[in-house]
């Protein structure tokens, strides 16, 4: 999963239990007596806490990775051709490793992004006028324009951490489209295969260096990716990550709710099919024209 591979937003420790059949995390207790899981605390941290001066400094990988030639031209071809020679507005814009392409491919793009970090590190890269960025919540934060595609990528939907947000986030779509406008979606299919009954947790990657394991609440489809990150020493620096992982049938069903329709689904940006093998997809959500 993208996303979830190269942020380490803030250290931290853990405590995790297997339950019986279900994802039980402990509870420690906080100053004023109450319980709290480690989703509820990371749930408690802003955006900017997430996506901090460290985060930010460190998401890109110019020429490499998800700044590969080869992983953000198929993105932007895609996205040029949604487009249709129309405005376009990404949703959590971040660093603009894709909207600074797309406009230089010739789409006026605008964004909207929460994280004053991931902002200030746009900026080094672009200026205001080449693209205009609004901070705020991609749920509810309104900007000027007539769009004709906006888009989220890189699983980003899932940062947002209830249902509710999630079907605000495309009744916001909704309203800076055009008639025929269309909204994208990059999204991960949740890999609930990798949990056995009674185990809450899956390693994900195991590299030199490097662990990542993702917690499970299935109950309330949340998930915590934990980074661990070491050297040769004994010390490890951990970072954490929550989300709310959606079916793909959920989403359209959000995406129903805000007036569009499903208009195709692939695997991947070079409109790979769909199967139930699929990890990954990319969704076209379409307003009546
Ligand atoms: C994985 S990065 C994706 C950035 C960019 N779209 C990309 O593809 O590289 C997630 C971004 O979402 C932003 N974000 C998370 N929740 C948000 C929200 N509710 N409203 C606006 N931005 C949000 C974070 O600050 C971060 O910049």
């Given amino acids: 999963m993208p996303a979830r591979l190269v942020v380490e937003p803030r250290p931290h420790a853990i405590s995790t239990t297997p339950g019986h059949g279900h994802l039980e995390i402990t509870g420690t207790e906080d100053e004023d007596g109450g319980m709290q899981s480690d989703f509820d605390r990371l749930a408690a941290l802003s955006q900017d806490e997430l996506w901090d001066d460290r985060a930010a400094d460190s998401y890109d990988t110019p020429g490499e990775g998800m700044d590969a030639p080869e992983v953000v031209g198929p993105v932007v071809d895609r ?3 949604l487009a249709n020679g129309g405005p ?6 971040g660093t603009g490793r894709i909207a600074i392409p797309l406009t230089a491919r010739g789409v006026p793009v605008t964004g909207i992004e929460y994280s004053q970090s991931m902002i200030r590190r746009l900026r080094e890269k672009a200026t205001a006028e080449r693209l205009p960025v609004t901070r705020g919540d ?3 934060t309104r900007v000027d324009g007539d769009f004709s595609l906006v888009y989220l990528v890189f699983n980003t939907i899932g940062n947002l951490l209830t249902q509710d947000a999630q079907v605000e986030c ?8 055009r008639p025929g406008g269309c909204f994208v979606i990059e999204l991960w299919v949740p890999d609930l295969r990798r949990m056995p009954p009674g185990v809450p947790a899956a390693v994900e990657t195991v590299e030199d260096g490097y662990i ?3 917690t499970m609440d299935t ?21 954490r990550t929550p ?3 959606i079916w793909p049938s959920e989403l359209d069903l959000m995406g129903r709710l805000a007036g569009f329709e499903l ?3 692939s695997a991947d940006w070079l409109a790979g099919p769909f199967t139930h093998e699929s990890t990954s997809h990319v969704s076209v959500y379409r307003l009546a024209g």
């Fill in 170 to 177: 495309f009744r916001n779509a909704a309203a800076h489209l």
């Fill in 138 to 140: 991609m749920s509810t």
């Fill in 263 to 265: 208009e195709s689904r």
């Fill in 88 to 93: 376009a507005l990404e949703f959590a814009v």
């Fill in 212 to 214: 990542l394991v993702d």
């Fill in 79 to 81: 996205l040029a051709a």
């Fill in 219 to 239: 109950l309330r489809q949340h998930l915590i990716s934990y980074h661990f990150r070491f050297g040769n020493g004994h010390e490890a620096h951990l970072g």
């Fill in 243 to 245: 989300h709310r992982y």
